[in-house]
């Protein structure tokens, strides 16, 4: 059994590591944790208690862990509970960014209270001696700056304290434990100066930190009250798609009433009334109205698109000036959103390989700045014999090389991305995508449905026998292709339609693979194959004529009764309009792009020649399109494969990215890597786009991740005091904080294009 469980009290990735390894260490127990949505998705053998939960993560950290239902908030990952647990939409909590934001106003309360306590301290505890131009020192101040600073410690330096703790019990110390020692040995060593200065009374005066405690403190908690805004941020185009539901729905009694109830009680079949400029509530098929659709914020379509009776809706959509009937297809888990948000909470889950590179970089970073704080301690107190100015280096290398920015680098990035893509019609199912992106050189693309529109319309049906009428050809392979969905069968099928023909009922109709349809009908064995299956099996039929109709573009089914042709139907389809703009960009971007098709050379070769594809593999059967792409694989060449995510299984599979376009609400494909909602070729070049993006933005807060701490700790240490550059803790804390938000800023910023 599968659960989803809201977290609450995890700052960054290296708490949802610790997090995870917590929750895995229960019997029975396999976790996933995400830090956008804070959620932990578990599979357990047996039930097992939110309490034995809890009391594994409270090992690990001050966490929260519920189950997501009643009383806890929605989420992305959870999103269909919401509704059948009886929580009105617009009162939900939000969840994709709500445990950020809501950790991000415990921390905002946190700091204005420290830096009214900090103010005082500031006043009346002068940075290492130094006095200001003006002093509000009184007989018994220090008594009043050891009260304040202890306060500050325990209380603004708690969420770092109880944070180390939790690193120290996993046994990962990173950035928690040294933002901690370096607050605590501030802190002790205060303690330590006041007692001797003003209990003891020893000879000679000794610096306290008490300054330097509260600044430290204070922008610490300031640096991480706005990072956590922005992990909110950046998940935050999925929480509006949460949003995008109304919280009821008018619901069309049997008597022909109209009643409104909330959005949970809607169930499958039922039908629903939209009126114009309401937002749809269900994933839908139109029973009647006509109307215009915006669906901008669930596919990416900006434009309204026209809807007829038949036509399909998606809940969250918004209607036009049309009052519509919607039956209703899907509600709840079932519906598109839905399954976008649990698509994406997938995505966020898996580890990139950059991501990987930098855990380990930030885990070893701790045992640098102990290293080098160590160090330079040891060598500032030989050299000034004044213990106040070494313990200040160290303090500030502790503070200087904390690896939060480099631990936010790529999640931050990945978390935007994959709510962008989401709110584009770009579901990215393989996080790892985004990055193999870059190596692509060779794009094949199926034929139907990719390049061309699917909308096949019979331009010619033929008897070839004497014993067959072109009608009884028509009616003998519509009713066959009754029991296909194929693009080829509906062309049959609009065609036997418009004639008015009456289609008999065929019998045991089975699948070939690649190839068409056998079955019985009127009591004759019968097949409907392409020409490439007669060549196979050496069956004769007209060429001349065959070629005569193929080389229009047409794809040409052939009707065999008893193993002897005796018909065929010709249909031609309409190439898309952006397949060209598609092939030029992506030979621009030095791609090769490929055609693999099922359909006969002399038809693949007109549409190739009319959107500029040079190589075209034809007649091929699925199978036969994942060894073409071996094939380049073996050459060295990065492939990526577009196709319908069913016929082009086994490719999409096979190639390095396997993309599935036209997926429409089917967002549940398998094979691929990645989901175009969309049946826009261009589409692929936003992908390719994103892609690019994501991997130069995940690069540049590498840089800057690894860059500042190559450049601070250095500095931090004190190497270019002989010129006269010295940093103090504050300014080290300010550093840090500023990293760690640059590099939340810089994921913020990505864009498709």
Not at 276 to 300: A, L, Q, W, Y
Not at 449 to 472: C, N, P, Q
Request: with cysteine; glycine share 8%.
């Amino acid at each position: 059994m599968k659960h989803t469980y809201s977290i609450k009290g995890m700052k960054c990735d290296h708490c949802r590591t610790k997090a995870e390894k917590a929750l895995n260490t229960v019997e029975g127990v396999r976790a996933k944790v995400t830090l956008n949505p804070p959620e932990a998705i578990i599979t357990m053998e047996q039930h097992v208690s939110t309490q034995i939960l809890q009391e594994a993560l409270s090992k690990a950290g001050e966490y929260t862990i519920e189950m997501a239902g009643d009383d806890a908030p929605a989420h992305h990952g959870d999103f269909q509970n919401h509704h059948h647990h009886g929580e009105h939409h617009d009162h939900h909590t939000h969840g994709s960014a709500d445990g950020h934001m809501a950790h991000s106003g415990n921390l905002k309360t946190r700091f204005w209270i420290s830096l009214a306590v900090t103010i005082p301290i500031i006043l009346l505890s002068p940075m290492m001696g130094i006095r200001l131009p003006f002093s509000l020192s009184f007989e018994g101040s220090h008594w009043i700056v050891l009260a304040l600073g202890s306060f500050l410690f325990f209380y603004g330096g708690k969420p770092f304290l109880t944070g180390a703790a939790g690193e120290l019990k996993s046994k990962k110390p990173g950035m928690m434990t040294l933002i901690s020692m370096g607050i605590t040995v501030s802190y002790i060593y205060s303690v330590y100066a006041f007692i001797a200065n003003y209990i003891l009374q020893t000879a000679g005066h000794r610096m306290d930190f008490f300054w330097e405690l509260a600044t430290l403190i204070v922008i610490m908690l300031l640096g991480h009250w706005l990072e956590m805004k922005a992990i909110g941020n950046a998940g935050n185009a999925l929480q509006k798609m949460a949003e995008l539901l109304p919280g009821n729905a008018h619901l069309l009694q049997p008597d022909g009433s109209v009643r409104d109830v909330p959005l949970r009680q809607v169930q499958q079949k039922q039908q629903v009334m939209v009126k114009p400029g309401e937002k749809i509530p269900v994933d839908g098929k139109i029973i009647s109205g006509e109307t215009t659709v915006n669906e901008s914020m669930v596919t990416g379509e900006a434009k309204g698109v026209a809807k007829t009776p038949g036509a399909s809706v998606i809940g969250g959509s918004l209607n036009g000036q049309g009052t519509i009937t919607v039956e209703v297809t899907g509600t709840g888990d079932s519906g598109y959103l839905a399954q976008v948000m649990k698509l994406v909470g997938q995505a966020q889950q898996e580890k990139s390989k950059s991501e990987s590179i930098s855990d380990k970089v930030a885990g070893a970073l701790f045992y640098v700045a102990i290293a080098v704080g160590v160090v330079s301690f040891i060598v500032w107190y030989i050299a000034t014999k004044d213990i106040n100015n070494a313990l200040e280096r160290m303090v500030t290398v502790f503070i200087i090389a904390c690896p939060h920015a480099l631990g936010l680098a790529i999640p931050l990035v990945i978390a935007r991305s994959t709510s962008l893509g989401a709110t584009r019609g770009l579901l990215i199912r393989n996080r790892n995508a985004l990055e193999k992106a870059k190596k692509i050189s060779v794009v094949t693309m199926d034929k139907t449905g990719t390049i061309t529109e699917g909308d096949f319309r019979v331009s010619a049906v033929k008897s070839l026998s004497d014993g067959w009428s072109d009608t009884e050809i028509l009616k003998t392979m519509a009713a066959m292709e009754v029991h296909s969905n194929h693009p080829l069968a509906i062309g049959i099928l609009n065609k036997a339609k418009k004639d008015t023909i009456d289609i008999p009922k065929a019998e045991n109709v089975t699948l070939i693979s690649g190839t068409g349809l056998s079955g019985i009908v009127n009591g004759l064995q019968a097949k409907i194959v392409t020409a490439a299956y007669l060549d196979k099996n050496t069956l004769a039929y007209d060429k001349d004529l065959f070629n005569e109709l193929a080389e229009k573009g047409n794809s040409i089914s052939y009707l065999l009764v008893k193993n002897e042709v005796a018909g065929l139907i010709a249909q031609g389809d309409q190439i898309k309009t952006e397949a060209k703009q598609t092939v030029e960009a992506l030979k621009k971007d030095k791609i090769t792009p490929v055609m693999l098709t099922g359909d006969n050379k002399a038809s693949a070769m007109a549409v190739a020649r009319q959107v500029g594809i040079r190589d075209v593999h034809a007649s091929l059967l699925p199978e036969d399109k994942e060894k073409v792409i071996s094939e380049y694989q073996q050459a060295g060449k990065a492939v990526m494969m577009v196709g319908d995510g069913v016929n082009d299984a086994p490719a999409l599979a096979r190639a390095d990215i396997g993309v599935a376009i036209g997926a429409g609400t089917d967002v549940a494909i398998d094979s691929a890597d990645v989901v175009l909602v969309k049946s826009n070729p261009y589409d692929i070049i936003h992908f390719l786009s994103l892609a690019r993006n994501t991997t130069k933005k995940m690069i540049q807060n590498l840089w800057w991740g690894a860059g500042y701490n190559i450049v601070a700790i250095p500095l931090a240490a004190g190497v270019l005091a002989p010129v006269g550059i010295i940093l103090s803790p504050a300014a080290g804390a300010i550093l840090m904080s500023v990293s760690t938000i640059i590099v939340a800023i810089n994921a913020l910023t990505l864009r498709i294009k």
